[in-house]
């Protein structure tokens, strides 16, 4: 077992660290306080291939591994896990679907400008009192689906270029009767409401979409009809993790700012970092980071490996995005009221760090998913 990583993901950590240092962290609060999607540092990425770093290049990818790929948002999301997001969303989401389950036309047609950053993706699949259990329909009409419904928290909706929508193609079969298709933007019929206005990722915009009487070509279906569970399954797998490296970099940029700051701040005439109970919780944080930091890792390692990853996704995910409300708590006791204050870089950690227990499933929902794949 090998714990080194290689050349080229020490080179992609370097380089984003950088991109980070140079573009990412200058505006990282402005992106929070104004609620504003950094498009120009999402075109930077997109020049860099930073956006299609686990697929192809045969299809506008980087020809990468997906442990490559979360280390790149696990530092991304150290200095902005608002732009962390948005590329976890495209690339985990919406691009993942494509890639597993389209046709060599549809990869060439979407996956392409997906990973290029022509275009960014989104993936529609919550309802309001459904969760993922979707109500919407598609009623196949000659060469066509009709498509009605409304979806929640769509991440990248009010930038996107493409949806990947999942709706009942037989509501007699219940849950087994979605479907998933691709929707381009634009197409009449379909509306992206107002950006929800939320605690946290402020930066990553998440909105409702309306979907009335939108038609698409039958060709736009992804995979066969029935197979929506499975196809949002696997998207939600493979986005457990990158949020699991969402997460470990928003609790590692908390840990950097403890320690800067801890080494700076001055009590009793000695800097608060010589104090036990400050070394023990910066201990606690450093060894809990370190834990999600493998169980992330181990969980992209075996998507590579096309071994089977729900439960390895959602440890990771659960651990990590636990670790990271902990932790981005701790580090605001650690700052004290300085903590509190907008502007201060673990009170907006702070605040993203909850969006990661949710996002994806809740702590409780990814205990769940757990406890059905341990054997017993």
């Not at 219940?174 to 998933?180: H, P």
Request: charged share 20%; with cysteine; hydrophobic share 40%.
């Amino acid at each position: 077992m090998d714990f080194e990583m290689t050349e080229e993901q020490e080179l992609v950590k370097a380089n984003i660290k950088e991109f980070c240092e140079k573009y990412v962290e200058p505006i990282a609060d402005q992106v929070d306080q104004e609620a504003r999607f950094p498009a120009e540092n999402i075109k930077r990425l997109a020049e860099q291939d930073m956006l299609g770093i686990p697929y192809p290049e045969e299809y506008g990818g980087a020809g990468s591994d997906y442990l490559t790929y979360i280390i790149a948002i696990e530092e991304l999301s150290r200095a902005c896990a608002a732009t962390g997001f948005i590329v976890e969303a495209n690339t985990s989401l919406a691009c993942n679907p494509i890639y597993k389950y389209g046709s060599d036309a549809q990869k060439k047609k979407y996956l392409v400008p997906l990973c290029k950053g022509d275009i960014l993706g989104a993936f529609a699949l919550n309802e309001r009192g459904t969760g993922d259990d979707a109500a919407a329909t598609a009623v196949s009409d000659g060469n066509e689906y009709v498509l009605n419904g409304v979806k929640t928290f769509v991440w990248n909706a009010a930038n996107a270029g493409v949806f990947i929508v999942f709706a009942k193609t037989d509501k007699s079969r219940g849950t087994g009767g979605g479907s998933a298709f691709i929707v381009p933007a634009g197409l009449p019929g379909i509306e992206v409401g107002k950006d929800v206005n939320k605690m946290g990722l402020r930066g990553a915009p998440s909105s409702e979409v309306l979907l009335k009487d939108c038609r698409i070509p039958k060709e736009n279906l992804l995979g066969q009809e029935g197979q929506g569970p499975a196809i949002a399954g696997t998207a939600l797998d493979a986005s457990r993790i990158g949020i699991a490296a969402l997460a470990l970099g928003i609790a590692q940029g908390a840990l950097d700012e403890s320690i800067s700051y801890s080494k700076e701040r001055v009590q009793f005439g000695q800097p608060i970092c010589n104090f036990q109970a400050i070394q023990w919780m910066l201990a606690n944080m450093a060894t809990e980071i370190e834990v999600s930091r493998c169980l992330a890792y181990y969980a992209a390692w075996c998507y590579d490996q096309d071994m089977p990853h729900s439960k390895e996704a959602a440890m990771a995910k659960l651990m990590a995005s636990e670790t990271a409300v902990r932790y981005s708590d701790s580090a605001v006791q650690i700052h004290g009221g300085m903590g509190t204050i907008k502007g201060q870089k673990v009170e907006r950690l702070y605040r993203d760090a909850k969006i990661t227990q949710i996002h994806g499933g809740t702590s409780i929902f990814t205990k769940m998913v757990i406890a059905d794949n341990v054997p017993g």
